[in-house]
DNA sequence: TTGTACGCGTTATCAT
DNA sequence: ATGATAACGCGTACAA
């Protein structure tokens, strides 16, 4: 091992205490400046801790005081082009809270997430950021113990205890929906995410509850309904499967995410299908992966930045008080047509 | 306090050695099978073990052996968005290898990258790996102590210990200098980041070198060079200023990545500036963020999960070999033109 | 204001 | 095979 190859040990309290003449306890107060230490022993003592180059083992401390100023955030899929905006704006509440970051990926795989729920539980983290959740049972009982804000899967347990924030996606699809039946479609397809996840029923809701509206009863067994995992080669496979059917082709595909969106633009490049000639195309995501394209799809854009930020001071406060209220947030997202936000025409 | 409200405290090993009627010892022994244990004993602990649903403390194991199966991995900007390949391949490689991760990101602060080693030593984390290193002095130092692997910027300091991987930067805007100038172009502006970084050093001296074959002359000074800082916002600004030029405007401009060529190509659309018959573009990114936009740049790719996965490699070997010899390896990109790669023309 | 001593939850050594 | 106990490095009552 690395650590011990090392001449001399790390140095700890004791040493700098011996180096500077005092007690440990003198040299604990001038680190952590709590309670009063004369001005000229906290100056011997600074001057030890230069010298020696001392560095506070935060793992002994964290015992001590059970506390460990690091957060985990655990998401599905890392790739996720969106997901750097969330990742960004909660580092960014955190530094300003001197606190940290752990970062863990399920890549989709529940037992890799229980595994990972329970390096953390062990772990001691002092809060969870949550955007991935196929297992409520042991969210729920792990929220008894660590503060824990979700979003993407919200959890219906009564006994869960824990904030929610999230896009509006049943919103995003009706308006996008509504958005393509008044262009005069009727055949619309939807490239959702897998169906075991709430965002993805929710979305598909959103997209039934606008056809119902017209009268089309659309199931999700129905051909015109592609489960892909939102990441691209599933969005490529989803276009290949939808525009090759023989009857009821759709005319229009609402696709659920950014990854999706660019297999299925993949695909249209390839298959020389022109957008939105032959084909329109909606879809959810952010605006600065969506503006350089070679077509502008109508869009619905949901601020991450804003959901990281919220969601990083909730969990803050959670972490403050045990017994805040949980709060369920429903973020509306904003639509978007040729490049600029108007409102929806539904 | 969140934990601190709970009536009940979390159990420890003692709660469970008691609930079983043997020793802390032996449940110890059970928790990390390391010496034998009686089978029947065994199954009496991990019985008591599982209906106090016992969770073991990491915090308290890692001070105990001096490791925490942590390690850091620092960034200068999250946002940018090749970044997620990067993290995507460390997080695979690290879980096959039962370790896990910190995240931090600089955003190109020094002083907030000093902050974050800082802590980084505090929480004796078992290696870091740094995309961002300003101040070579501490990160020369740390390296003594915790194992470090680079990319982005090498340290040169002899005193460093730890590896280093990264794109061939100085290859790759050769290459793409030479391909500009093959193609009859002589004004050639450089799109690069900040100067005081290793990586827009190298890539600056490539486009040199390539336009000194042909007795070009460029200087760092000179108003075909701009310095952005990596992010969106830069090569627009870059754009407008270069495209402004009243003499020797640039006829082609070599962008050093992909998000600011975004931002070039935004200023583009918004001035009506044609690509190719204006202007020519060339990059160094990621293949999936280039394909389906509506230019198709030549590029240079970094295959940044195949760094991502060495980089980690070379981390945990280091972590469990401390005097294995220090590595610099280079990687050379590919040439991607209209869409595949070939050789490129040089 | 400062020092002594105990405990945080583990692992590891040395007995038995 | 198992138990008692000393560390790991730190914070903090309590005493001085």
Redesign the interface.
Known sequence: ??????IKR?LTIKDVAKKAGVSVATVSRVLNSSTSVRRETAKIVQDAINEL?Y??????T??KT???H?IA?VVTD????V???L??SI??VL?DHNY??????T?GDPD?ETSIL??I????V??IILNSCTNEKIVT?LS????IVLTGNDITDPNFIGDFIDTDNHAATYMLTSHLISQGHRNIGIINGPHNLDVSYERFCGYQSALAVIGLNVIESSPLVYQGNFD?ISGFNAAKSLLSLTENRPTALLITNNEMM?GV??YC?ENKINIPDDLSIVTIGNR?QL?????SPTYMETNLEEIGERLARLLLE???K??KIPKRILRVPAFFHNGTTVKPIV
Request: glycine letters at 2%; a positive charge; charged letters at 25%.
């Open positions: 091992m690395y650590r011990r190859c090392n790390n180059e560095i506070p083992n935060n793992i002994a964290n015992l059970d506390q460990s690091v955030f890392v790739k996720n082009s997901l750097t905006y990742i960004s580092q960014n530094w940290f970051m752990m970062f863990f990926a890549n890799r329970r390096f539980a062990q772990q001691r002092d809060g009982k008894k113990q660590i503060p691209r660019k633009l993949q490049l600065c503006d350089l394209l070679y077509i959670r972490i403050e045990d017994h």
